[in-house]
C-alpha cells in the first residue's frame, strides 16, 4: 500500500513538473510578443495625449482670448439706475461684468486657464512616445527599472 502511494505521489510530482516546464517555455515563447504589445500600448497612448492636448491649444487659445475681450455692448439708456445712464455697457463674459468691472468669476477663469496650462505642459513634455520611436530597449530598461522600484 505504501509503495502504490509513493507511486502515485511521483508521479503528481512528475506531471507538475511537466507542466511548470511546459508553462515556462510558453512564457519564454510569449516573451517577444508581450514586450512588443507593450510598446505598441504605450506608444499609442502617449501619442494619443499629446495629439489630444495639440488639438485643443488653438481651442483653448480662442476660448481664453474671447473671454478676456472686454467688448462694448452699447451705452445704459433708461433701462437700470440713474446714475448709470451714458455709461457704456459691456458683454458678460468670465472676467468681466456687463459694467466693465472685473467678475467674480474671474478667479474661476484664472484656476481653468491655470490647470489646462498645467496639464498641456505635464503631458506634452512626457515624450515617452518619442522615447519609444527612437530608442525602444532605451525604454524597456527603464520600465523594468520602474518595475522594480
Not at 25 to 31: E, T
Not at 98 to 109: L, R, Y
Request: charged share 20%.
Amino acid at each position: 500500500m505504501n509503495d502504490q502511494a509513493n507511486k502515485i505521489l511521483v508521479e503528481l510530482l512528475q506531471k507538475a513538473a511537466n507542466g511548470i516546464d511546459a508553462a515556462v517555455s510558453f512564457s519564454q515563447a510569449q516573451i517577444p510578443e508581450v514586450v512588443h504589445q507593450l510598446l505598441v500600448w504605450k506608444f499609442t497612448k502617449s501619442m494619443m495625449l499629446t495629439l489630444v492636448i495639440l488639438a485643443t491649444i488653438p481651442v483653448a487659445i480662442k476660448f481664453f482670448r474671447v473671454m478676456m475681450k472686454r467688448e462694448q455692448d452699447g451705452v445704459y439708456g433708461e433701462e437700470g439706475y440713474s446714475w448709470e445712464r451714458g455709461k457704456p455697457k459691456y458683454r458678460p463674459t468670465l472676467v468681466w461684468d456687463k459694467d466693465g468691472t472685473i467678475s467674480a468669476s474671474s478667479v474661476f477663469f484664472g484656476t481653468i486657464m491655470f490647470l489646462y496650462s498645467a496639464i498641456a505642459f505635464v503631458i506634452l513634455s512626457d515624450l515617452t512616445w518619442l522615447k519609444i520611436w527612437l530608442a525602444p530597449k532605451l525604454y524597456l530598461l527603464e520600465y523594468a527599472a520602474s518595475l522594480i522600484k
